[in-house]
């Protein structure tokens, strides 16, 4: 319960803050060309607010709705997801959205995007100013990678170092090392002190998101930090710096490996082989019905060399920028597996994107899902659907290149399909996320 609570409050904040951001850049322009704005709200408020307040000699009624889907600001003179046609049955006044240019109009609608896109360069710059950039080296990952099943079936083995795709080096394993690989005609590995070749087929990426399992992840040696007190790995004599090697007999063992193996022996005692001072020792310990012994583990920025770049306040913004352009190309790249049937599946909603945020509070990983979120609705935001931003940029470039609005009535009602649209993908979204958690 802990562990959900601390995900959905990371989610909340940094949701709040993307769409609070989202809706002040529409709100900035609007104000800026004279718009009259008559609303500005975090989260929905069909039928009652949580919070609301108009200040004195104020057009705008400032408020937060009670639910959490979004916000939004009302544009005077303009069909949006209010789907207030009253006011637009009267002449226009000089204050409201469609009695203003085109270009104007253009830029209070991309206002919110803007803002996101700026928003997410400006955190990742200040990530690099505060935690710099510390990555482990693929090739100083001394036990490999742990892959999936999907890898595993086109040649991959537990402990393969990956080298390069496509003759091009993998120096970080990150999102950006997984396109290369997915995309790539073979990739290079290094197996027991030799370079292998593995091909990579044309349809790897739906394989991998049909198994549901992320392409790899790093193993690293199980080095006690500490033990729990009253703990049975006390009990047992483990100590601080004893490194796990073999398990119930089985050596070259993870911490992957030992976590999924106290896990199949719940409520049993097993046997570790622990190194200490260049000795070896066998150590009976109980697991616990979690299949937990009580220890903290080293980190593996504790445990390999790592690269760290640390960057002063002016050189971390290009850094920043670059990060920033790089995460987002990606992520435009990446959409393409979403019209596939196995990417279609893979599509979830809220759950989906607090499973994200760490069981632990950790201003780092906050910071950079939230960025990451920011970059994410500023794409999803410019898509041509009516009912999105991109939706109305899509109608003012028609209305710019013909020099003719588009007819209120059609307005009215693609605005209302936009929104039927957007529902039913909602409601898809989170459905798989429901349907996940009563089949997993």
Known sequence: METFLIKALQLIASLSLLVFIHELGHFMFAR???VRVEKFYLFFNPWFSLFKFKPKNSDTEYGIGWLPLGGYVKIAGMIDESMDKEQLKEPA????????????????????????????????????????????????????????DAAQSIGFQKGDILLAADGVAIDRYDDKAVRQ????????????????????????????????????????????????????????????????????????????????????????????????????????VAVDTLGKIGVMM?????????????????????????????????????????????????VGGFATIGSIFPTSWNWLSFWEITAFLSLALAFMNIIPIPALDGG?????????????????????????????????????????????FFTK
């Open 298 to 346: 080293k980190s593996p920025v504790e445990l390999y060399d790592v690269v760290i770049k640390d960057y002063s306040f002016f050189e971390a913004f290009p850094a920043g920028i670059s990060k920033g352009i790089a995460k987002l190309t990606g992520y435009v790249s990446d959409m393409k597996y979403v019209f596939t049937k196995e990417g279609a599946q893979s």
């Open 181 to 284: 690989i997915v995309e790539a005609g073979e990739v290079t590995i290094l197996r027991n002190g030799k370079e292998e070749k593995i091909v990579i087929p044309a349809e790897f990426m739906q394989e991998i998101l049909k198994g549901k399992q992320p392409f790899a992840s790093e193993r690293f040696p199980m080095v006690i930090h500490s033990t729990v007190k009253g703990s049975a790995a006390e009990a047992a004599g483990i100590q601080a710096n004893d490194s796990v090697v073999a398990f119930n007999g089985t050596g070259n063992i993870s911490v992957h490996d030992a976590v999924s193996s106290l896990a199949a022996n719940k409520g049993q005692n097993v046997q570790l082989t622990v190194s200490r001072n260049g000795s070896l020792e066998d150590l009976t």
């Open 392 to 436: 109305h940029v899509m109608f003012l470039f028609y209305e710019m290149i013909t020099g003719r609005q588009p007819n209120e009535k059609f307005m009215e009602y693609a605005q209302m399909a936009g929104m039927i649209f957007l529902f039913g993908l909602m409601l898809y979204a989170n459905g798989m996320d429901i349907f996940r």
């Open 93 to 148: 006044k000089p204050w409201e959205f469609r009695s203003k240019p085109a270009w104007q109009r253009l830029l209070i609608m991309v206002g919110g995007v803007m803002m996101n896109v700026l928003l997410a360069l400006f955190i990742y710059s200040m990530i690099l100013f505060t935690w710099g950039d510390a990555y482990v080296p693929t090739k100083n990952v001394k036990l490999g990678m742990e892959y999936c």
């Open 32 to 34: 800026l060309f004279k």
